[in-house]
T-cell receptor
Framework: DAGVIQSPRHEVTEMGQEVTLRCKPISGHDYLFWYRQTMMRGLELLIY????????DSGMPEDRFSAKMPNASFSTLKIQPSEPRDSAVYFC???????????FGQGTRLTVV | ELKVEQNPLFLSMQEGKNYTIYCNYSTTSDRLYWYRQDPGKSLESLFV?????AVKQEGRLMASLDTKARLSTLHITAAVHDLSATYFC????????????FGTGTRLTIIP
């Protein structure tokens, strides 16, 4: 398996633009997580899905952020409109059965100017 | 709210020395994970600890879990430069709650 695949790897956008981050989890994994990493706040869980259903979105910072998982092999995290404070590395991770670890993608480095 | 604290936050140590990173968490959990992150890279799973008293070792790293004390340790033996990285511990509540809360991370620098 190629692991968790995220795209794009880098994104530079202007304030106010819409940004969509994409994730393909490891095949067969039931859980999918979106994390954000910044120097100031560390690793924060934004939202996670179980079997394509959002379970906990309490970490989503604002209504500008939305996430979807239309099927078991694809998820998106959308920011609309984007702001400079959204600049961070966004990681997607997936996990199989309970009591196993989450596997992380390579991340998307987002810069909003 | 589950809180996970690591110390130290920064650690510089000489090659060949031993040291321990500590991870404390605030609520009952039997599931603790250690990850490694190299600069600009993703997180790599190191250990999964699932019960009180669990101990796992891989090369120069050994992790242990004391659920009664809500404490995990990551012990480094005879450090080598390749171990320089940031180490994170993470905890979830289990019982179907897979929300993984990460510690602040410990940036480890091994000095030749």
């Amino acid at each position: 398996d190629a692991g968790v695949i995220q795209s794009p790897r880098h994104e530079v956008t202007e304030m106010g633009q819409e940004v969509t981050l994409r994730c393909k989890p490891i095949s067969g994994h039931d859980y999918l997580f979106w994390y954000r990493q910044t120097m100031m706040r560390g690793l924060e869980l934004l939202i996670y899905f179980n079997n394509n259903v959002p379970i906990d979105d309490s970490g989503m910072p604002e209504d500008r952020f939305s996430a979807k998982m239309p099927n078991a092999s694809f998820s998106t995290l959308k920011i609309q409109p984007s702001e400079p404070r959204d600049s961070a590395v966004y990681f997607c991770a997936s996990e199989g059965a309970q009591n196993t670890e989450a596997f992380f993608g390579q991340g998307t480095r987002l810069t909003v100017v | 709210e589950l809180k996970v604290e690591q110390n130290p936050l920064f650690l510089s140590m000489q090659e060949g020395k031993n040291y321990t990173i500590y991870c404390n968490y605030s609520t009952t959990s039997d599931r603790l994970y250690w990850y490694r992150q190299d600069p600009g890279k993703s997180l790599e799973s190191l250990f999964v600890l699932l019960s009180n008293g669990a101990v796992k070792q891989e090369g120069r790293l050994m992790a242990s879990l004391d659920t009664k004390a809500r404490l995990s340790t990551l012990h480094i033996t005879a450090a080598v430069h390749d171990l320089s990285a940031t180490y994170f511990c993470a905890v979830d509540k289990g019982f179907g709650n897979e929300k993984l809360t990460f510690g602040t991370g410990t940036r480890l620098t091994i000095i030749p």
